[in-house]
């Protein structure tokens, strides 16, 4: 992760981010030991299969 972030800013990102789902607390406890921080973001989707029709697809 450390590379990643390096490798970014060298780039002129500002910012690293990334998304774990709630619940995942596991997860959430890695990111923040490397100095990550919870922000407060919505994150909108929509499905464009139904979640039945994408498990299918991937069971294929």
Do not use: C, I
Not at 21 to 45: C, I, K, M, P
Request: hydrophobic fraction near 40%; glycine fraction near 8%.
């Amino acid at each position: 992760m450390e590379e990643a972030g390096l490798w970014l800013a060298s780039r002129g990102a500002p910012k690293l981010e990334l998304m774990v789902r709630d619940g995942n607390d596991h997860a959430a406890s890695f990111y923040e030991a490397l100095g990550f921080e919870r922000q407060d973001v919505t994150v909108y989707g929509k499905w464009l299969k139904t979640p039945t029709e994408t498990a299918t697809d991937k069971a294929s």
